[in-house]
């Protein structure tokens, strides 16, 4: 299983990012797939996620109302689009899969399998 994380970059506070994640070697419809994040000198956190076919997206408090978490089956590809961006939101995005059930699926142990991440930095 390979995911590869892109479409990180420096934005302007309140400015927008769409981040990628192209997965290969698994069934992309039958994965929850999500995004964590790690801020410099944080622990790594939640930010969203959504399950296979069949729907269900979950976000944390912090992003809820401004990114949007979307995939493609058929391009085994999922997206993060992120709106109005803060200073906080500076961090190392990652990707991650697992075939994860709903109590898990906020947690970093809930996933197996994950990308290399993509830094976002937004200024001030």
């Known amino acids: 299983v390979q995911l590869q994380a892109s479409g990180g970059g420096l934005v302007q506070a309140g400015g927008s990012l769409r981040l990628s994640c192209a997965a290969s070697?698994?069934?992309?419809?039958?994965?929850?797939m999500a995004w964590f994040r790690q801020a410099p000198g944080k622990e790594r956190e939640f930010v969203s996620s959504?399950?296979?076919?069949?729907?269900?997206?979950f976000y944390a408090d912090s992003v809820k109302g401004r990114f949007a978490i979307s995939r493609d089956n058929a391009k085994n590809t999922r997206y993060l689009q992120m709106n109005s961006l803060k200073p906080e939101d500076t961090a190392v995005y990652y990707c991650?899969?697992?075939?994860?059930?709903?109590?898990?699926?906020?947690?970093?142990?809930?996933?197996?399998?994950w990308g290399h991440g993509t830094l976002v930095t937004v200024s001030s």
């Open positions: 959504i399950r296979g076919s069949g729907g269900g997206v």
């Open positions: 991650a899969a697992g075939r994860t059930i709903v109590s898990s699926m906020r947690r970093i142990d809930g996933y197996p399998y």
């Open positions: 070697g698994l069934t992309f419809s039958e994965y929850t």
